[in-house]
């Protein structure tokens, strides 16, 4: 099995503030059962930097994916989006701009990630979220229109990245063709669990290719499984264990939400 996990929001609950988010011991110890199994491959998909989400988790034998795919490291793999000088050194003048444009909104963060910027809210007050989201959109807007930068929004978060056609699901097909072609041509099962709007990338790469579960219910999932909250993790990964070791697949319950997804 090839298995995928977003961290905050599905590994870990979401904090606060970035900095404060803790994995939860026994998912830790989850995750160390997971690396024992000889069936199993293990990589966490995080829109963290790669060194950031190294350290969180701390692990040897997982393939670690940073900033939404285009950093990825770890069991003898190895990626680098190839971005051009012009795109950092836009980053630089974004970001000052963006700390500079966010001041006045009390609890706004910006998150510098090396390849790419989050500008998080979780701690603004409701009535000026629309209007920070709206500041950081106008100084965006000119790269946006060089084709230097997009702007996508996550879960209380700005995400600013290169205008480079990879996210969360081009690193998970390019990590799978990789597995496969170091297992010489093995096909097994791949599942994707995740959280946020940046993971509907990976659920749409693995539609009728995978498995993909999304933790909380949504209107609109392109998974086919979901978990009602970040608590219900660690159950998905016993049943990924159990079954594992006896060598069968994990039963699914045929509940449906709103998104047409199924409970599992």
């Not at 989400?53 to 003898?76: D, E, M, P, W």
């Not at 680098?80 to 630089?92: I, M, N, W």
Request: with cysteine; hydrophobic share 40%; net charge positive.
């Amino acid at each position: 099995m090839m298995l995928f996990f977003d961290f905050d929001g599905t590994l870990a609950p979401i904090a606060s503030k970035p900095g404060y988010a803790r994995i939860p011991d026994v998912t830790l110890s989850l995750l160390k059962e997971v690396l024992r199994l000889r069936s199993c491959k293990l990589a966490v998909v995080s829109g963290r930097a790669l060194a950031d989400i190294k350290k969180k988790i701390g692990l040897k034998g997982i393939v670690y994916v940073g900033n939404h795919g285009l950093q990825i490291r770890g069991a003898g793999v190895r990626y680098t989006a190839p971005l051009v000088p012009v795109y950092k050194a836009s980053l630089r003048k974004i970001k000052a701009r963006i700390a500079r444009g966010i001041r006045r909104y009390s609890g706004a963060l910006i998150e510098d990630k090396g390849l790419s910027l989050s500008v998080h809210y979780r701690l603004v007050s409701a009535r000026d979220c629309a209007a920070l989201r709206m500041a950081v959109r106008k100084i965006a807007q000119p790269y946006c229109a060089r084709r230097l930068i997009r702007v996508r929004t996550g879960k209380m978060v700005m995400e600013i990245r290169p205008d480079f056609r990879w996210d969360k699901g081009s690193a998970v097909r390019w990590l799978i063709g990789k597995w496969r072609a170091l297992d010489k041509g093995a096909r097994t099962v791949a599942l994707y669990c995740g959280d946020d709007s940046t993971d509907e990338d990976a659920f749409r790469a693995l539609a009728g290719k995978g498995i993909t579960v999304v933790v909380g219910r949504r209107a609109e999932s392109a998974a086919q499984y979901f978990l009602d909250t970040q608590d219900e993790v660690n159950g998905l990964l016993r049943r990924i264990i159990t079954g594992a070791r006896q060598t069968l697949w994990i039963p699914f319950n045929r509940q449906r939400n709103r998104s047409g997804s199924t409970r599992v």
